[in-house]
Nanobody, 126 residues
Framework: QVQLVESGGGLVQAGGSLRLSCAAS????????MGWFRQAPGKEREFVAG????????YYVDSVKGRFTISRDNAKNTVFLQMNSLKPEDTAVYYC???????????????????WGQGTQVTVSS
């Protein structure tokens, strides 16, 4: 079973950038659709971005379109989230998630994913 470990979070000023990574164990990474979610204090977990298994089909929540880019390297079992032009409202714990799927689909709902990382904190100061 794939295990997920996020890294790359931290404190950044508004307008800055961070790159999150999610490393997956196991040898079947390319069978998984991958997603990034975030959860701010007192709020529900929110979908941020997702990427399909191999052709790189992507989907983003409207609030991050044009600022965030999700990508994956199946040879390195890693998914990335490049976050530019960060805003204070992007502050949250960011989680990566994985689910086995058939076909090039992107899942956008938290309950559709069964595998989760431990999360990494992103704090954007104004």
């Amino acid at each position: 079973q794939v295990q997920l470990v996020e890294s790359g979070g931290g404190l950044v000023q508004a307008g800055g950038s961070l790159r999150l990574s999610c490393a997956a164990s196991g040898r079947t990474f390319s069978n998984y659709v991958m997603g990034w979610f975030r959860q701010a204090p007192g709020k529900e977990r929110e979908f941020v971005a997702g990427i399909s298994r191999s052709v790189g089909r992507t989907y983003y929540v409207d609030s991050v379109k044009g600022r965030f880019t999700i990508s994956r390297d199946n040879a390195k079992n890693t998914v990335f989230l490049q976050m530019n032009s960060l805003k204070p409202e992007d502050t949250a714990v960011y989680y990566c998630a994985a689910e086995v799927v058939f076909g090039e689909v992107v899942l956008t709902r938290a309950h559709e994913y069964t595998l989760w990382g431990q999360g990494t904190q992103v704090t954007v100061s104004s």
